[in-house]
């Protein structure tokens, strides 16, 4: 399994908006690409712009190759892409250790 992080800043006050963008983008988008495993998003507290957006892939070409390269990616950009102010940070994971 693969984890996808994006640090993702938005433009100010749009908060509300964003959230309910992002939540609709994964389930009608996101969800049904090929190695989806699930996501997870997070609020900065002391930046409230920022947004951590983790998602759990089958492997690094489900998300780089099919995933990026192929339609689902223009549908995800045109529901989450006009609140990003500049481009995300985007970098991938492998799991070394878990503890419960």
Same mark, same amino acid.
């Given at each position: 399994?693969?984890?996808?992080?994006a640090d +993702?800043? +938005?433009? !100010? $006050?749009?908060?509300?908006?964003?959230?309910?963008?992002?939540?609709?983008?994964?389930a009608t988008?996101?969800?049904?690409?090929?190695?989806?495993?699930?996501?997870?998003? &997070?609020? $900065?507290?002391?930046? !409230?712009?920022?947004?951590?957006?983790? +998602?759990?892939?089958?492997?690094?070409?489900?998300?780089?190759?099919?995933?990026?390269? $192929? !339609?689902?990616?223009?549908?995800?950009?045109? +529901?989450?892409? !006009?609140?990003?102010?500049?481009?995300? &940070?985007?970098?991938?994971?492998?799991?070394? $250790?878990?503890?419960?």
């Amino acid at each position: 399994m693969i984890l996808e992080i994006a640090d +993702i800043r +938005i433009h !100010p $006050g749009q908060q509300a908006a964003f959230e309910e963008a992002i939540q609709r983008g994964l389930a009608t988008v996101a969800s049904r690409a090929k190695g989806f495993q699930g996501a997870k998003v &997070n609020h $900065g507290i002391e930046s !409230p712009e920022r947004y951590i957006l983790q +998602i759990f892939w089958d492997t690094l070409e489900d998300h780089t190759v099919g995933f990026r390269q $192929g !339609p689902l990616f223009a549908e995800w950009r045109a +529901i989450v892409g !006009p609140f990003f102010n500049g481009a995300p &940070n985007v970098e991938h994971y492998t799991l070394v $250790g878990k503890s419960e």
